[in-house]
């Protein structure tokens, strides 16, 4: 009897196959564990429901982990979703989850039905409680629910990657160019540039498994007898029994290859012609030794020579001694990157992590049920964590699928997946799901023919464990209807051997070409085959996602469409921080800034700064004019004009009006790409509004993060998309940014390409792999021409790893198609005629597993490949575009935030001056109300409040605070909240101030005011606050008073 993948009478783990309906059945397993019985079961003739024995759970008893915020809200929405639709007498029988509960329904009694109502009802209530996160979201709520025992300040903020970045970056440079240090870099330096540190640095700092693994490597980590078995068996040396064979009859060439192999066995090899100085190597071939010469030429490969070369016993030892220094700047870089986060009251992903870890063992938890997602994308620190979170009676359930374990560059370890699932101490079993609701029958044969030969086990690895590879699973249609339809086709690009003469002639054939043909044929219904996707795009529905291994390709390819009149939507394509849009406003903003300031001269950096304002599309000004401009040490009139403009109006109002003002749309409307332009610009702007919502209005804070993202981290940021016809229906994207995602036809390109050539050939590796039974993480890099044998191992095991994830890419990849998969690939003839495939691309891999010849796809066999039209059709005519006066339409940010009920459609210079003097006197109350007495200067510039009258107008409303029971209060210590945010009717609102009244055992709610007091005024807030009240009210708080706080002069009583 298969087992239930709903029940919840036993801890088990789940294999599921893409497009099996894994957030289907978390869901139901979910409603289960409120329940504590099977309400929702496979099979109810077979399958009992265990209501006799109920386990039933609270929301705050039962944990789910997924792997981002994203998934961890929409699963949160799907079980509530689920929850509602379950407790609706009135669902309608055409809701797609009907016939399911009605099933589950008919299968219980009265008595069982009203328990059920009751129960869910109750869930549905307490939904704000249940606990559906993220692994990190999970453990800091670990942290903060016993900060006893964490002894860690639990209102540190998180720090964000790009601030982390900056710092860290800030540090490297502090540590390395320490004068203390300057001996110790040195020595390292000679044999290893500190470019290829930064790399380790990043994970020694952000990644507490590693940095233990890390520090564990020592010289006698692995013996010097297990690292020659190791390379034996990572590579293997050829037999030569048939070799001596062949040689037996020729003594002296019998010797000296006997001689040559035995150097490979002993660690000793030597290239043929070196192995004796005084005697002349003698000469092999082909025709004269068929079997013996390609084994002397095997031999004699660099991978081979380098491998079972002479090990050095000084130079191992050296390199050891390096490796103690390497982990000395880094010991001092992560405990001056802690200073840092406390310095700045700061907390990192890391720290909540192996925080966590710490505490869980002391922790008494009361969890029944754990539910952990995409647990192929765990790692075992996070496992850890998760089986410490049990107790004795927790049920532990995991569901993720081996063959989409794709983020290892995230610190996701396939081999957690692998090992822990059939751990039967954790888990009774782990049971298949692989019935597909996504693809059509055809794509899944063949996807289950490809991988049932790619995921074959490496049989000669005996002490490795080969966990890092996935396990093969078939998938099979859900709905048989599908079972013969749907395509898998090749899309080649075939280029003939040419000479060099004939390619300087003619111009090569491209695969961008041969894709960009292919989809306009499909765009203009010109391919019978791919007519249903062809309605899709005219009906301006998702059709096609052409995916490739990496970005390099991506934008040619949009150019060469958008030359066919065709707009797709590119992922992952060029930096949004880098375009010249983008660092032109922010240049803009950044000389505003500096001017502000009043310096009396640039500074060299500020000059930097305020050249690139006036020589940008906004200001224009010509080389001859920035000089003079400098010469006088001043600035154009319009920038200073925008100084003034700054001071009255918020972030985005400013860059709304100086991209009004400068014309800057109709500057880009003769460029090229002008929507792609116009949107990123919009997206700036969406990006000054957010930052208004969520911070105090600081614009050098705000520009430090930009300028960080700009210059100095690797953060990288999609262009903003414009919309058109066929933007939603073409999608160009990396294979990562598809995964959960499914796609009518997916078109793989640049199949061809060699996988291992992604390796990096870092001077300095580190990898780890399981020997023995025991995880090793192994550091390399060479000691001048010497390559130590942790280096020799690494080169291998980075190989076999990394083609180990491209084939799960691969399948990701594959699995995303609904009803067509199409392969593109350039495939070249070579001067002899044969066809040039690397053995380690995609497209070998698949022609091996489905027998494919390659010189069949290079022909064009209609069996496999699709036909092209003539692919010389001309460009679609393209609109001249001339200089205009492009007008920016008036922007309207839509936003959820309820708004004062005395806010007024009036934005005059003075409102907006008032308006920014109450926002920051709200802000510094909020931040600084115990510091702000002892540092005003460095708070109002930090809010960047430069006006004399300006400053004075804050300093007053702070001395009225000062003055009022509230500041009292604080001193106190009553417990109180400032800006609560609540939400209704969908709506965000925050209320500026509540404390608890102890004596009169309720809450007061302190609304902050600044301006002129009125008594129409004071009418319209008392409406705001008697809403407040009933808002609260309605949370479960009990309200004992609202007040108003005048802080403006005369004005500073309650009401």
Known sequence: MNLNKFTIQKSFAISAGAGSGKTYTLSRRYINALLGFDYFREDYQTQDSCYENLKS??????????????????????????????????????????????????????????????????????????????????????????????????????????????????????????KANKELVLDISQDISMFFIENLINKYVSNTKFRNDYDSFKKDSINLKTYKELMYELYPLPDINEALAELQDDPTRLKWFKQFHDNFLNFNALDWKELDEDVKAPSMGAKSFPIADPIKKELESSSLLSVYSYIDIQKEALFFEKIDKIKDLLHQIKSKYDAKLDELGKIDFDTIISKTLEIIPQVQTNFKYIMVDEFQDTNATQFEIVKNSCNADTNLFVVGDSKQSIYSFQGAEIEVFNDATHDTSVFSSIEPMDKNHRSDGVVLKTVNKIFEKLLTKDEHLKLIKPNYEAQAQDLFVFNQKRAEKGSFKYLITSQEYQTKEEKELTEPLNELDTITQFISEVYHAKHSAYKDISEKIYKKEKAIAIVFDSSTKMLDLKQRLRAKGITAKVSASDNFYYTKEVNDIFNVLKAIDIISRKPKYLSGSQKYYVVGAMRSNILRCDDNSIKEYLELNKVSDKLNEYVKIFKSMTLSQAVKYIYDDSNIMGVYAHYDDVEQRVVNLYKFLTLCKDYEDSREANLYKFLSLLENAIYFSEAKEDEAFFKSASTKSIEICSIHSTKGLAYPLVLLGNSDKGLYSQITSDALKHNNFTLNNEKKEIVGFKINDYTPLSHRVLKEIDKLKHLAEKKRLLYVALTRAEHDVVISANLKQKKDGAISLREDSYLHMMCQALEIDSDELYGQNKSYCIGLEDSSSEDAPRQKLEYIQHTLEPISFETNTLVSATSSADTTSNDNIAAKLGTVTHKIIELYWSTFSKNQNDILDKMMIYEPSQRKSIIENMDN??????????????????????????????IDFIYFDKENKGWVIVDFKTGRETQDKNSKYQEQLNFYQDVLESLGYEVWQTKLLWLSCANHNYY
């Open 961 to 990: 605070f000062y003055g009022s029971d509230v500041y009292e209060l604080l001193k106190s210590g009553v417990e109180h909240h400032f800006e609560l945010e609540f939400t209704v009717d969908e709506k965000t609102g925050f």
């Open 57 to 178: 759970a609270k929301v705050n008893q039962i944990v789910t982990i997924t792997y981002t915020e994203a998934a961890a809200l929409e699963m949160k929405g799907r079980i509530f979703e689920l929850v509602s639709k379950i407790i609706n007498p009135k669902l309608s029988s055409g809701n797609e989850d009907f016939s399911s509960i009605q099933e589950a329904n008919k299968h219980i009694n009265k008595e069982q039905q009203d328990y059920v109502q009751e129960t869910l009802k109750q869930a549905y209530t307490d939904s704000s409680n249940s606990k559906i996160s993220t692994i990190h979201a999970y453990c800091l709520d670990i942290i903060k629910s016993n900060a006893d025992v964490a002894r860690i300040d639990t209102k540190l903020d998180i720090i964000k990657e790009d601030e982390k970045q900056k710092e860290l970056s800030s540090i490297i440079f502090e540590v390395l160019n320490d």
